[in-house]
């Protein structure tokens, strides 16, 4: 059973930057591919970023591509999404997760074996 803890989310101003965090607990992240996921307020939640095993390979959707970076350092069991230039429309919790199953870069939440719990991101315009 692996654990995931997000953090860093907050307020911002649009065109500001924040960085989340994602730890694990109970199990090394090093043999699992991770992604990022958000969810707004009434709508469905949809794939962000995702990046492979050894962080060879990343994956972006499109509307967050250019903007935000996915990293991972497996020494420290955590996993990172650096978000810039940030607008209105990032106003989401997000949630990343981790995938056992699938290699690369899954991006449907149904590749995913663990979620954390989530962490709000506000953007203010």
């Known amino acids: 059973q692996v654990q995931l803890v997000e953090s860093g989310g907050g307020l911002v101003q649009a065109g500001g930057s924040l960085r989340l965090s994602c730890a694990a607990s109970r199990r090394t992240l090093s043999s699992y591919a991770m992604g990022w996921f958000r969810q707004a307020p009434g709508k469905e939640r949809e794939f962000v970023a995702a990046?492979?095993?050894?962080?060879?390979?990343?994956y972006y959707a499109d509307s967050v591509k250019g903007r935000f970076t996915i990293s991972r350092d497996n020494a420290k069991n955590t996993v990172y999404l650096q978000m810039n230039s940030l607008k209105p429309e990032d106003t989401a919790v997000y949630y990343c997760a981790a995938s056992r199953r699938v290699a690369g870069t899954p991006d449907q939440d149904l590749d995913y074996d663990y979620w954390g719990q989530g962490t709000q991101v506000t953007v203010s315009s």
């Open positions: 990046i492979s095993w050894s962080g060879g390979s990343t």
